[in-house]
DNA sequence: TTGTAAGCGTTATCAT
DNA sequence: ATGATAACGCTTACAA
């Protein structure tokens, strides 16, 4: 087992070239002090050895911070957050800065632990979608000394920060609003865990409040949580196999929109209509295709990432926080009318047949 | 405009806590030869400045290599990294390592700037889901002083190195086998672009051989490409509406796949087989479920880690390749039978009215 | 138990 | 135009 070689330095590129450190430095930042000549030769030389700087060495020396934006987030596997960081790319890219990305798995700790090793690292800018349930206060003191941190989808607890969040209320308020104006009166809620999770609270608020408003009395029996697909699809099951079962489901996140579409799908229930938070692939594929909700992901990810640019620029203004829209997507799902017209409540007796009497959509 | 803040240094808590630097190197590293009463003091003002090591110089002065590994991959809006990764992680926690991630958009140049960043920063290991048409040879001489870098799902190019891929030749021809002895013997390859690409490539092989050895002729009017699912769902319709149609589609990846089931749907054609390579979410929602060929997506970023692992601990041995199968998931869309029976060869006449009489699955 | 000096690989300063 | 030297923040070796 031969021991790992170690990377050329400047001092072996200098003694190959015979010329003194400093001059190979100057060859690689193209400084102006040298003779076309030397350069020419030093940099031959860094060729042939495979020369490369040692960004690490550098940073130190710059006394700056390294140029890699971190953007830690809960879950690999959710396209929500891959599309937040496409976002992020594109505004960091073209100004010569590097993304790099980490999963939390949607534990406080491990995300603490990530974005620690990022500070430790000097990364130049940290963005969080943080995991449920954490506290930020931590950071209170890199905030201060004006290190570039920006909460995304999530407000900071404990914390005050900049922030990208959407209009999570007032889109939940509009979905619902939307089934009811379909003539819907029992609409389930298919939630997030933690309950106390900021995305889900507002979402329910916003439940509620159209519920309200369309003079609709709040049953908690219509209300459903899950963390999983599976779980989703089984509180689904649930759901519309209870006594006075919902005419319509408010899905509030991405998998729990699936979940219900896996549900209602297996079930062959096609008359029970669907409103989903989160826009997700295959959503037009479906008999019928999915409402949604669609946040503006990438756009989270660009206030997000320009937020934190302004401030990698000196920017110490007080925080900020931009909320973006979402945007209504009728799809099919979401126009479906309750079973046995605008007024009636209860759809289980007759769900089946009608479903399966109405032309199918194409 | 406040200048931004440096963060403390060793230097600083020395001189608050009234001792040299080393003494509180030697608190924070729990070393022993120091007082417990100095270190509570020392300990404090840590606490207290809200002091935490610079991870670049600590590393620099060790020499070793930042505890970082890094993994490229081309796209982090599809799953079937995020699962790799997932795999990654496992493995290379509990031994002290982060894992960080960076997308090379499916783009050779990116790729190569991504990987040299993550050299540049010292990475411990390097794990690469290489971008289509990229070529390797840059590497060779980090491979030499035993960089450990480990390809992942598709080989090198123009590199010997460690490497974990799924046998997609084997697999494609058990999925087209399945087909075929299913009674068909009219099957579409939808595949990625650019041809070239490896997976597409054995996938090809495998659907080339099946065919062959079912004893059935090449058409290449029933073989269309594509990339983003879109682009699937277009060349499916084209495929299934085209004189002589297939009576089944082999799918080489999972947005080929979901392209096939989205213009299936919406075309309401329930008369086409389909096989799948790679599982997805939301497969097992769709009416029939969809047949897929699962890779072992975690396991390939377990392998790859566990190589990269056994590099860092020294090992110079020469490079391997690890091969997993993939597993075949019957859920009912690749058992459909060919319309008119197992031995015709044309559905579309009567495709949509056999669909119709047919009972539909619940 | 504690402190001093050297060094990691760079870049900046100042000679030459 | 080029080079010696200090400095960045830390750890290792050695001295006190």
Known sequence: MRPRASRPTLKDVAREAGVSIKT???????????????????????????FRPNILARNMRAGGRDRAV????????????????????????GHDLTLVVGSSDERPDRERLLVTAFLDRQAAAILIVPAAAG????????????MPIVFIDRPPVRLTADCAVTENFAAAREGVAHLIAHGHRRIGFLGDLPIGLYTRRERFRGYRRALAEGGIRFDPRLVAHGHRRQDFAAATVALVTADRPPTAIFAANNFACMGAVTALARTGRRDIALVG???????????????????????????AAEMALSRLAGDRGR????????????????????????????????GGQFASARPRRQ
Not at 279 to 303: E, H, K, N, S
Not at 321 to 336: F, K, N, Y
Request: charged fraction near 25%; avoid cysteine.
């Open 24 to 50: 190979v430095s100057r060859a690689l930042n193209n400084e102006p002090r040298i003779s076309p000549e030397t350069r020419r030769r030093v940099l031959q030389v860094v060729e042939h050895l495979g």
């Open 277 to 303: 938070f989160d826009d997700f692939d295959l959503a037009d594929a479906f008999d019928p295709p999915i409402t949604v909700l669609a946040q503006d992901t990438m756009r989270l990810g660009v206030a």
């Open 70 to 93: 971190a953007l830690v987030i809960p879950d690999l596997a959710n396209p929500f957050f891959a599309s937040v960081a496409a976002g992020v790319e594109s505004v960091i890219r």
């Open 135 to 146: 506290d930020h206060a931590y950071l209170r003191a890199e905030r201060r000394r004006g």
């Open 319 to 350: 925080a900020r926080t931009v909320r973006l829209p979402a945007r209504l997507i009728p799809r099919g799902s979401g126009e479906l009318p309750p079973p046995a017209g605008p007024d009636a409540a209860d759809g289980r007796a007759t």
